[in-house]
């Protein structure tokens, strides 16, 4: 058994329910493939990070055998992503009927029904997901096996996953840009004053569309926070006093798409893949779409629960950081004031949670501390592995190129892997070059973080050695949504 660890910024109130009784509802559920259950069955968190162990032999074994399965059954593999999108919608049409609410008017009990109404359409959202993570962490294997056997030279085929795993259409993040952008090109022309917008018949409008539906897109595992007008107009001035004007960077997001299109259709007209291998790819760029519809439903869940509970926290005296560490069906006894500050507040501080045994156990302090090293005792972080925080998802391989100060950027090559300590603006016209980002330092709203999502580049923040264990020149699978990039021997 191989232990990878997968780390994220999170609490305990939405992390729970991303543990607790995977796949058992569903007749598409996730166990029939991983017995042991998602991170086998257990959750530790401490100080506002959560963490998950897989066996990731179980995970390919299960991957290969599901990518099987999907391919010789397309209908299956069909009826699985409308499946999700169905969820998809029921969730995020049941967060936009909780937005107009004033949860400050809604009584106590209101409050709890809503957020237990919520979880109850969230959770077939986690019982159906992790599919993806399968094949994510198969593909990569089955694709180079039959790309190989095509005698297709080695150092192409990593370059030709990258490009034909990457579906064209926009993500949310990349579309709120564009939003964003065709906003300021509007000003831009009109040459608005600064600070204006807001009471200009023109603008507004644009405004308030992006507001209502991009509202969530600030929200993380652990922040709940929406956008607002502030925040919005600090969008409007960053992209008005960049380099680039809105409309010339709107012009080259659309031709990097056109020429992202081109790319692939010229590597399909060169090399005669396989009917497998098409398939496979497709499937790719299908759980990359997958991630991005349920990070976006997630993020429009976190938003709209994450005003609930900071009423009911609110309404208790407790900070709402700290009321994150309820469990779900707790509510009750929160808001009662059977559940204790200090009880919370000690889960924030260390936390181990095993579902393995009835009813599950929770753990904290010491004894958490001492769970987590023993399930943790074979080391998650090798001399031939690094973990960090997924900051933009992806799978690519590449050779490393350590880069300890911006004054060495010239050194990157194009198609290398960059592992630095942190990120600075001066780096970004580089990044355009790298194919993954590592650091040592950051959490998932960094400089890196950001910048990788805006480009699409995979990227894994906060390893901590990355820099001391991975040497220029070395061979690099990078696994970002699970935050692992593992050395090649």
């Known amino acids: 058994m191989r232990l990878i660890e997968q780390r994220r910024q999170g609490a305990l109130f939405f992390a729970f329910h991303s543990t607790l009784n995977i796949g058992d509802d569903l007749d598409h559920g996730l166990r029939r493939f991983v017995p042991k259950g998602y991170g086998l069955n257990k959750l530790a968190c401490s100080h506002d990070e959560i963490r998950w162990l897989f066996d990731e032999d179980e995970l390919i074994a299960a991957g290969r055998m599901l990518a099987d399965r999907l391919e010789k059954n397309p209908q299956y593999a069909n009826s699985l992503f409308e499946l999700f999108r169905y969820i998809c919608k029921l969730n995020e049409d049941y967060c936009d009927s909780l937005l107009p609410k004033r949860v400050g008017l809604l009584s106590t009990?209101?409050?709890?029904?809503?957020?237990?109404?919520?979880?109850?359409?969230y959770q077939p959202l986690w019982d159906l997901g992790p599919f993806g993570e399968l094949i994510d962490f198969s593909l990569p294997g089955l694709l180079?096996?039959?790309?190989?056997a095509q005698k297709i030279p080695s150092k192409e085929i990593s370059t030709i996953i990258s490009a034909l795993s990457m579906p064209t259409d926009d993500s949310f993040s990349r579309a709120a840009e564009k939003s964003v952008l065709q906003i300021s090109a509007v000003i831009a022309n009109r040459q608005t004053p600064n600070k204006n917008w807001r009471k200009d018949a023109q603008i507004r409008p644009?405004?308030?569309?992006?507001?209502?539906?991009?509202?969530?897109?600030?929200?993380?595992?652990?922040?709940?926070?929406?956008?607002?007008?502030?925040?919005?107009?600090?969008l409007i001035e960053s992209a008005l006093n960049a380099k680039e004007n809105p409309t010339e960077r709107l012009r080259a997001i659309e031709k990097q798409k056109k020429e992202s299109q081109a790319e692939q259709n010229r590597l399909i007209s060169k090399y005669l893949f396989s009917s497998k291998a098409l398939f496979f790819f497709e499937l790719a760029k299908k759980v990359s779409i997958l991630y991005d519809d349920r990070k976006k439903t997630q993020m429009k869940g976190f938003f709209s629960v994450g005003r609930l509970l900071k009423e009911l926290a609110r309404r208790r005296g407790i900070d709402s950081d700290v009321a994150k560490y309820l469990f779900s069906f707790e509510l009750t006894d929160f808001a009662q004031g059977k559940i204790s500050r200090q009880t919370l507040e000690a889960r924030r501080e260390h936390c181990f949670v095993n579902y393995n045994v009835y009813p599950f156990q929770v753990l904290t302090g010491k004894e958490a501390v001492l769970a987590e090293e023993k399930l943790w005792q074979k080391s998650?972080?090798?001399?031939?592995?690094?973990?960090?925080?997924?900051?933009?998802?992806?799978?690519?391989?590449?050779?490393?190129?350590?880069?300890?100060?911006?004054?060495?950027?010239?050194?990157?090559?194009?198609?290398e892997i960059l592992v630095t300590g942190m990120t600075s603006p001066e780096f970004?016209?580089?990044?355009?070059?790298?194919?993954?980002?590592?650091?040592?330092?950051?959490?998932?709203?960094?400089?890196?973080?950001?910048?990788?999502?805006?480009?699409g580049i995979p990227c894994i923040v906060g390893t901590k050695v990355g820099t001391k264990i991975i040497q220029n020149g070395d061979k690099i699978d990078l696994r970002a949504h699970h935050g692992l990039a593992r050395i090649q021997k």
Request: contains cysteine; hydrophobic residues 40%.
């Open 109 to 121: 009990q209101e409050i709890i029904e809503s957020i237990r109404k919520f979880f109850n359409v």
């Open 144 to 148: 180079s096996e039959d790309l190989s």
């Open 206 to 234: 644009l405004m308030e569309a992006h507001l209502e539906k991009f509202y969530w897109t600030p929200c993380n595992y652990f922040s709940f926070s929406g956008l607002g007008w502030n925040n919005l107009e600090s």
């Open 380 to 415: 998650v972080v090798t001399q031939n592995e690094v973990a960090g925080l997924c900051a933009s998802p992806g799978t690519v391989s590449g050779i490393a190129r350590v880069i300890r100060s911006a004054r060495d950027l010239g050194q990157l090559q194009p198609g």
């Open 428 to 455: 970004v016209p580089m990044l355009k070059k790298t194919v993954g980002i590592i650091t040592d330092d950051g959490g998932i709203t960094c400089h890196a973080a950001i910048i990788s999502r805006e480009l």
